[in-house]
DNA sequence: AAGACGAAAGTGGTTGA
DNA sequence: TCAACAACTTTCGTCTT
């Protein structure tokens, strides 16, 4: 996210969520448009999620935990005269500060919810995930809110690193970086989150199979279902001598489907593969190498 | 002219002392 | 907390089509 206008380095930008962009404050520059909205989802589909959205507030950034909000019963036992307090009527008080204590961490675990249920159907939204994923999700969430997992932490990159936990357990995986592009979070700040949360809650995450991503790849790069099959073979043998371990799984897909593509005859370009993969033509080439020497394919021009 | 290839240096994250 | 380390990226020169 740019936070200084590149025009005339005016620190000042302002953000507008209604046409999606960040203007300077001082020259007008459109900074960056398509961002995201990151204000709470509003919507609600049944009398339960009615109760819990719906009671408004301002959006996420300015929504702080008891930023002025919350009222507090003092520790010095006077009455509003400033003279002190009979001991009969002081054991209410404590009773009663107390008890307002635990309501206002109930309301707050409420609160928090509410974001991060939010948060994570616009994520889930953006990334088209299924209502299961989405179910199986929020669950997490509310495990790493009873394991108070959560302070310290941004609501939203806890939300984000569940999500990829969530991805990854289900088989459908998502890449780091998308979303982070979706969140708003940054790519560090989600793994850093994911792994605190797989550590504190010992769920196991296992290794992404890198032929899960061919399917994303040979759709977006138009390649036919024999490409997909010829790709997914391809990586089951390299499984099998051990290729992909310690290696980017979407670098490995990419190369098989790059492999896939020229044993098919429906040739890409590396830099075509390599940017619907998110990662370089070098990294292409370096598991292309491997692949080619370990599994001893031969190219046809 | 575009794509493929690979060497070398740089980057950000993990791991183990 | 720091250094070693592996994976990956960036950059650039050369070769091939």
């Known amino acids: ?23 300077c404050a ?18 609600a589909f049944d009398s339960e999620q009615r109760n819990k959205r719906a009671r408004g507030g301002a959006p996420i950034k ?4 008891d930023k002025g909000l919350s009222t507090e019963i003092d520790q010095y036992n006077r009455d509003a005269r400033g003279s002190k307090i009979s001991p009969k009527k002081l054991a209410q008080v404590q009773r009663i500060r107390k008890w307002h204590k635990r309501a206002s961490i109930a309301s707050s675990i409420e609160r928090n919810l509410t974001i991060a249920l939010g948060e994570l159907d616009r994520i889930a939204s953006s990334l088209g995930l299924s209502e299961n994923i989405r179910e199986s999700a929020a669950l997490l969430y ?9 302070r310290g932490r941004l609501i939203e990159s806890v939300v984000a690193a569940v999500i ?13 970086d998308e979303i982070a592009k979706v969140s708003g979070i940054e790519k560090k700040e989600i793994g850093r989150a994911y792994r605190f949360i797989k550590r504190e809650l010992q769920i196991d995450v296992p290794l992404t199979d890198p032929s899960q991503y061919v399917p994303k790849f040979t759709a977006s790069l138009k390649l036919s279902g024999q490409v997909q099959e010829k790709a997914i073979k391809l990586l089951r043998k ?10 980017g799984p979407t670098g490995v897909a990419a190369a098989a489907v790059y492999i896939a593509s020229v044993l098919c005859g429906e040739r ?15 990294t292409i080439r370096n598991r292309y190498r ?3 020497k370990e599994l001893g394919i031969n190219i046809p021009i």
């Not at 996210?1 to 203007?23: F, Q």
């Not at 390299?238 to 290696?247: E, F, N, P, T, Y």
């Open 1 to 23: 996210m740019v936070s200084t206008c590149p025009e005339c380095g005016n620190k000042k930008l302002t953000r507008d969520y209604e046409k999606g962009e960040i203007v």
């Open 26 to 43: 001082n020259c007008g520059l459109i900074v960056e448009d398509n961002i995201a909205d990151q204000g709470p989802e509003w919507r």
């Open 62 to 65: 300015y929504m702080r935990p």
């Open 142 to 150: 509310r495990r790493c809110i009873r394991e108070e997992l959560i």
């Open 164 to 176: 990829y936990a969530v991805c990854r357990m289900q088989s459908i995986p998502r890449t780091l």
């Open 238 to 247: 390299a499984m099998k001598k051990g290729l992909i371990s310690g290696r």
């Open 268 to 282: 890409r370009t590396q830099k075509e593969v390599a940017d619907v993969a998110g990662v370089t033509e070098v």
């Open 290 to 292: 491997e692949l080619k």
